[in-house]
Protein backbone atom coordinates (compact mmCIF):
# COMPACT_ATOMS: atom_id res chain seq x y z
CA UNK A 1 0.00 0.00 0.00
CA UNK A 2 1.27 2.91 -0.67
CA UNK A 3 1.62 6.04 1.96
CA UNK A 4 2.36 9.21 2.39
CA UNK A 5 4.57 10.24 6.08
CA UNK A 6 4.60 13.99 6.97
CA UNK A 7 7.14 14.68 9.68
CA UNK A 8 8.76 18.23 10.96
CA UNK A 9 5.91 20.13 12.31
CA UNK A 10 5.43 21.78 15.31
CA UNK A 11 5.21 25.49 17.75
CA UNK A 12 8.00 27.84 16.57
CA UNK A 13 8.25 31.90 16.80
CA UNK A 14 7.65 33.79 14.13
CA UNK A 15 10.85 34.72 11.99
CA UNK A 16 12.13 31.08 12.90
CA UNK A 17 12.75 28.11 11.09
CA UNK A 18 11.16 24.90 10.21
CA UNK A 19 12.15 21.57 8.13
CA UNK A 20 9.11 19.49 6.80
CA UNK A 21 9.37 15.98 5.37
CA UNK A 22 6.90 13.49 3.58
CA UNK A 23 8.11 10.16 2.89
CA UNK A 24 6.80 7.73 0.23
CA UNK A 25 6.99 4.17 1.11
CA UNK A 26 4.67 1.12 -0.59
CA UNK A 27 4.64 -0.15 -3.52
CA UNK A 28 5.38 2.03 -6.02
CA UNK A 29 6.74 2.37 -9.91
CA UNK A 30 6.86 5.97 -10.33
CA UNK A 31 6.20 9.24 -8.61
CA UNK A 32 5.51 11.96 -11.36
CA UNK A 33 5.03 14.76 -8.61
CA UNK A 34 5.04 15.73 -5.14
CA UNK A 35 3.84 19.54 -4.00
CA UNK A 36 2.68 20.72 -0.51
CA UNK A 37 -0.67 21.86 0.78
CA UNK A 38 -2.06 23.85 3.72
CA UNK A 39 -4.96 24.41 5.66
CA UNK A 40 -6.50 26.25 8.35
CA UNK A 41 -9.28 25.59 10.02
CA UNK A 42 -12.65 26.50 8.59
CA UNK A 43 -10.55 27.49 5.46
CA UNK A 44 -9.85 26.17 2.15
CA UNK A 45 -6.45 23.68 1.07
CA UNK A 46 -4.03 26.07 -0.61
CA UNK A 47 -1.27 24.90 -2.56
CA UNK A 48 2.10 26.66 -1.04
CA UNK A 49 4.96 24.73 -3.39
CA UNK A 50 5.18 22.28 -5.94
CA UNK A 51 7.52 21.18 -8.57
CA UNK A 52 6.89 21.82 -11.87
CA UNK A 53 6.65 19.40 -15.16
CA UNK A 54 9.78 21.83 -16.44
CA UNK A 55 12.36 20.27 -13.63
CA UNK A 56 11.27 23.95 -11.25
CA UNK A 57 9.33 24.66 -8.55
CA UNK A 58 6.31 27.39 -8.27
CA UNK A 59 5.18 28.73 -5.07
CA UNK A 60 2.38 30.82 -3.70
CA UNK A 61 2.93 34.47 -3.38
CA UNK A 62 2.29 34.41 0.84
CA UNK A 63 5.33 32.06 1.05
CA UNK A 64 7.36 32.73 -2.34
CA UNK A 65 11.25 33.70 -0.87
CA UNK A 66 11.25 32.61 2.42
CA UNK A 67 9.63 28.38 1.38
CA UNK A 68 11.82 25.99 -0.27
CA UNK A 69 10.58 22.71 -1.74
CA UNK A 70 13.15 20.30 -2.78
CA UNK A 71 13.23 15.94 -2.89
CA UNK A 72 15.59 13.49 -2.75
CA UNK A 73 14.47 10.63 -5.49
CA UNK A 74 16.51 7.92 -3.88
CA UNK A 75 14.67 8.34 -0.31
CA UNK A 76 11.36 8.90 -2.28
CA UNK A 77 10.92 12.11 0.01
CA UNK A 78 10.12 15.69 -0.13
CA UNK A 79 11.03 18.41 1.69
CA UNK A 80 9.77 22.03 2.73
CA UNK A 81 12.18 24.14 3.80
CA UNK A 82 10.46 27.23 5.78
CA UNK A 83 12.01 30.09 6.75
CA UNK A 84 10.90 33.44 8.30
CA UNK A 85 8.01 32.04 9.58
CA UNK A 86 4.68 34.25 10.09
CA UNK A 87 1.71 33.75 12.27
CA UNK A 88 -0.31 33.27 9.07
CA UNK A 89 1.95 30.82 8.35
CA UNK A 90 -0.06 28.56 11.03
CA UNK A 91 -1.76 25.44 9.49
CA UNK A 92 -2.00 21.82 9.15
CA UNK A 93 0.77 21.21 5.85
CA UNK A 94 0.14 18.24 3.72
CA UNK A 95 1.96 16.63 1.19
CA UNK A 96 0.54 15.70 -1.64
CA UNK A 97 1.68 13.34 -4.60
CA UNK A 98 0.19 11.25 -8.03
CA UNK A 99 2.21 8.46 -8.28
CA UNK A 100 1.79 5.37 -10.44
CA UNK A 101 1.34 1.84 -8.63
CA UNK A 102 0.97 -1.80 -9.82
CA UNK A 103 -2.58 -0.77 -11.26
CA UNK A 104 -0.67 1.50 -13.71
CA UNK A 105 -3.18 4.08 -13.45
CA UNK A 106 -1.64 6.84 -11.65
CA UNK A 107 -3.63 8.72 -8.82
CA UNK A 108 -3.08 11.50 -6.58
CA UNK A 109 -2.07 10.94 -2.62
CA UNK A 110 -2.03 12.70 0.73
CA UNK A 111 -0.32 12.33 3.60
CA UNK A 112 -1.89 12.84 6.80
CA UNK A 113 -0.30 16.07 7.34
CA UNK A 114 1.84 17.65 9.96
CA UNK A 115 0.84 20.84 12.27
CA UNK A 116 2.90 24.07 11.83
CA UNK A 117 2.04 26.63 14.77
CA UNK A 118 3.85 30.01 14.30
CA UNK A 119 3.76 31.71 17.75
CA UNK A 120 3.98 35.62 17.52
Known amino acids: QVQLVESGGGLVQARGYLRLSCAASGRIIRINGMCWYRQAPGKQRELVAR???????NYADSVKGRFTISGDNAKKTVYLQMNSLKPEDTAVYYCNAEITTRELRPRDYWGQGTQVTVST
Open 51 to 57: FTSGGGS
